[in-house]
């Protein structure tokens, strides 16, 4: 479950960062949100095991891995807010226009146009 819910982030953070728009851009949140929830979820499940009494080594890396939760630790509001400042931090620096500083007559985006000067 974790698993695909990851693959569904990815995929719509892909389509808002490869296609900005609103709307992109709450499907990339909602699918966030979605798989941040659950990985706090079975992170909370995971923390309750004691790793001392769990012999499998494989068993108790993934449990490890699943233990970090992130920002997933966060409360829900919180989370939200955060996945969603992101978002328009993201949307900011893809869409930003800079005057080009010589001639003054032509708006260039930060990448590539200004990391190629």
Do not use: C, H
Not at 18 to 36: G, H, R, V
Not at 60 to 88: C, H, Q, W, Y
Request: charged fraction near 30%.
């Amino acid at each position: 479950a974790l698993g695909l819910e990851a693959i569904s982030s990815t995929f719509a953070s892909w389509g808002y960062e490869s296609n900005i728009t609103d709307e992109t851009q709450k499907i990339s949140e909602a699918a966030t949100t979605k798989f941040e929830l659950l990985n706090k979820k079975f992170g909370k499940e995971a923390q309750s095991f004691d790793l001392n009494q769990i012999k499998d080594k494989e068993v108790v890396r993934k449990l490890r891995l699943m233990k970090n939760i992130g920002t997933a630790a966060l409360p829900t509001d919180k989370l939200k807010n955060f996945i969603s400042l992101t978002a328009e931090m993201g949307k900011k620096y893809s869409t930003a226009k800079v005057m080009d500083f010589e001639t003054k007559q032509k708006k260039l985006s930060l990448e590539p146009e200004l990391s190629e000067i």
